[in-house]
């Protein structure tokens, strides 16, 4: 069922995004590709076989290429590093938040630039992200960008995020 640990296949994928030009955008696509569609095998699997895969290597291992990939001016690039992202908050919960706490700064930058395609990709792994997991310390910023950021258009879209909060904190009281 799974092709080798996802310690290895992040690695692997690491290596691809971070040793790769620019001018290799479909190589790296493809490197987040394969990793995405193994992490989606472990979306049903039980709490030790997550715990033996989402380990604090495996999120180390993607720190960079995602933060290269998010950071990207090319959509696609963008898009991939947010099915990933995506990906590993369904299949690991609230074990990634070691990769988010390394991740979140990046992913706020990414909504305020003025590209909608990229911006819609951020934006629903985002909501994603806060639909699946409990990341406290995500809160705190996310209402810092909204009182501090001049454009109303980024201060609407971190809202929504605020809106989504508080809509899933009203099920859970």
């Known amino acids: 069922m799974f092709a080798g640990s ?3 296949q992040a690695e692997s994928c690491a290596g691809i995004v971070l040793s790769k030009s620019a001018e290799f955008w479909e190589e790296k696509n493809e490197a987040m590709i394969k990793l ?24 180390k291992f993607l720190v960079e290429p ?29 074990r990634m938040k070691v990769l988010l706490r390394e991740i979140y700064v990046t992913l706020f930058d990414a909504i305020k630039v003025p590209h909608k395609l990229t911006v819609g990709h951020v934006d ?17 910023h996310l209402v810092q960008e909204i ?12 809202l929504v995020c605020i809106m989504h909060m508080n809509k899933i904190l009203s099920y859970v009281i």
């Open 66 to 94: 995602l933060r290269a990939m998010i950071a990207d001016l090319r959509s696609q690039q963008v898009k991939e590093a947010c099915n990933l992202i995506t990906a590993i908050s369904e299949a690991s919960k609230d």
């Open 147 to 158: 009182g501090e950021h001049k454009s109303s258009k980024v201060r609407e879209r971190f």
């Open 6 to 8: 996802l310690e290895s």
């Open 124 to 140: 629903d792994t985002i909501l994603s992200i806060l639909r699946i997991g409990t990341f406290r310390f995500f809160i705190p």
């Open 36 to 59: 995405t569609k193994s992490i989606k095998e472990y979306t049903d699997e039980s709490n030790e076989v997550l715990n033996t895969q989402f380990t604090p290597q495996f999120f």
